[in-house]
C-alpha cells in the first residue's frame, strides 16, 4: 500500500508545470480591490456616518395591486348618479322606447316594476292622480315622472344654495323621465346586487353572464342567442346550489341567491309588495333576507325602486359629502379616525339632513 502511495504521488508532481508557467497563465487582476480606510478614516466615519458613501437601498419587487370591490353608487361618484340603472349586461339593454309621463310621489316607488309573468306594475295608473287615497290605499301623487326630477332640484337648490354649481353640472339621470320609464325586475336587480359583493365589477359581470346561462339554451344551429332572460324566481329556487355554483358563485352566494328565489317564489316578496309597502316595510322585510344588509337595500330602494327618500347615514361617502358641505375638514377627520362614525354622528347627520327631505335620495 506504502509504495503505491509514493509512486502516485511522484507522478503528480512529475505532470504539474513549473512554478513560471503557472504564473504566466494566471490572468492578471483587471482591478485592485480598495484598501480598508486608515484609522483616522474609520474614526472620522464612526464620528459622522453621513459622511460615508450612500447606497441604494435594493429595489423591492412591485406588487400588483389587488382587485377594487364594486364601486358604491353615491355622490362621492357623481359620474354613475349621471347614467341609467341599466348595466348594458346582456340581459339588460338600455330602453329606447320614449318615456311616457304618470302620476309619481317621493315616498314611494315610481320605477315600473315586472313580474315573473311578465306583467308591469306601478304606484299609480296612468289616469290615477285624481283617485281618492281610499281606493289606492297610498297618498294622493304630487308631482309626475316628467317634473318629479326639476322639482326636487328646486327644492334642493332652494334650501341649500351651494349645491347648485353641482346639480346644474350634473343631471341626475335616473330621476330623470327616461331613468324612471326603465322597467326593473326586482328579483334581478337584488340577486345581481348579491353576486357583486366583495368582487370587482369585471367578476361581477362574468358571473351574471354565466348565471344567466344556465338557464338559456344556445341555440342548436350555433348561432348568437338572440335574447338573453334573466332567470324566474321559481326557476332558481328549484335548483340545487352546487348547480348555481357551476356560474363561479361562491357557497355562500349561492345560497343567498336560492333564499332570496324562494322567498319570491312563495310570494313572501313580490313587485305588488315593494310597489305599495312604505320605506320601513322595504327595509324591514329585505333585511331580513340573509345576504341582503341595510347598506344594500337602501342601494336598491334608491336606484332600482327610484325613492327618493332614501338616506345611507352609513354609507361612508354620504358621510364625507355631508361633513364636506357643513364646513368640516374631512381630511383631518380621515386621519384621526374615530370609527364608522368619524365624519359626522348619525344623530348630526339626521338633523341636518330634514330640510332635504322629501329628497334625500344619497
Not at 509512486?7 to 508532481?13: G, K, L, P, Q, V
Not at 486608515?38 to 472620522?44: H, I, L, N, P, S
Request: charged letters at 25%.
Amino acid at each position: 500500500m506504502s509504495s503505491a502511495r509514493v509512486t502516485r504521488s511522484t507522478t503528480t508532481s512529475q505532470r504539474q508545470p513549473p512554478p513560471s508557467a503557472l504564473a504566466a497563465s494566471t490572468p492578471k487582476a483587471t482591478k485592485r480591490s480598495k484598501p480598508p480606510p486608515k484609522d483616522d478614516e474609520a474614526e472620522r466615519l464612526l464620528h459622522n456616518p453621513s459622511n460615508a458613501p450612500s447606497t441604494p437601498p435594493p429595489k423591492r419587487a412591485r406588487l400588483s395591486a389587488p382587485a377594487l370591490p364594486p364601486t358604491t353608487p353615491t355622490p362621492a361618484l357623481v359620474g354613475l348618479m349621471a347614467g341609467l340603472h341599466s348595466t348594458g349586461d346582456i340581459d339588460d339593454p338600455l330602453p329606447t322606447h320614449a318615456p311616457a309621463t304618470r302620476p309619481a310621489e317621493p315616498h314611494l316607488t315610481n320605477a315600473p316594476l315586472k313580474t315573473p309573468g311578465g306583467s308591469r306594475l306601478t304606484a299609480y295608473p296612468a289616469d290615477g292622480a285624481n283617485v281618492s287615497p281610499s281606493k289606492t290605499g297610498k297618498p294622493r301623487p304630487t308631482t309626475t315622472t316628467g317634473q318629479l326630477l326639476d322639482e326636487a332640484c328646486a327644492h334642493l337648490i332652494a334650501v341649500e344654495p351651494r349645491l347648485k354649481p353641482v346639480i346644474d353640472q350634473h343631471r341626475c339621470q335616473i330621476f330623470a323621465p327616461e331613468g324612471l320609464a326603465e322597467e326593473v325586475d326586482p328579483f334581478r336587480s337584488l340577486a345581481s346586487g348579491i353576486m357583486a359583493q366583495q368582487v370587482s365589477g369585471a367578476a361581477a359581470s362574468s358571473i351574471k353572464k354565466k348565471f344567466i346561462a344556465l338557464f338559456n339554451e344556445a341555440p342548436a344551429d350555433g348561432k348568437e342567442m338572440v335574447e338573453w332572460r334573466f332567470p324566474t324566481p321559481a326557476q332558481v329556487a328549484a335548483c340545487e346550489v352546487a348547480f348555481l355554483r357551476t356560474a363561479g358563485l361562491s357557497g355562500r352566494k349561492a345560497e343567498y341567491i336560492k333564499g332570496l328565489a324562494e322567498k319570491f317564489a312563495s310570494g313572501e316578496l313580490s313587485a305588488k309588495m315593494l310597489v305599495d309597502a312604505s320605506y320601513e316595510e322595504v327595509v324591514e322585510k329585505l333585511t331580513a333576507v340573509r345576504g341582503l344588509g341595510k347598506w344594500s337595500v337602501e342601494m336598491f330602494a334608491c336606484f332600482a325602486l327610484k325613492r327618493m327618500d332614501v338616506f345611507s347615514t352609513g354609507d361612508l361617502g354620504v358621510q364625507r359629502g355631508m361633513a364636506a358641505l357643513m364646513g368640516k375638514d374631512v381630511k383631518k377627520l380621515k386621519a384621526k379616525g374615530g370609527g364608522k362614525w368619524k365624519y359626522m354622528s348619525e344623530a348630526d347627520m339626521l338633523a341636518y339632513s330634514e330640510k332635504f327631505a322629501p329628497y334625500r335620495y344619497e
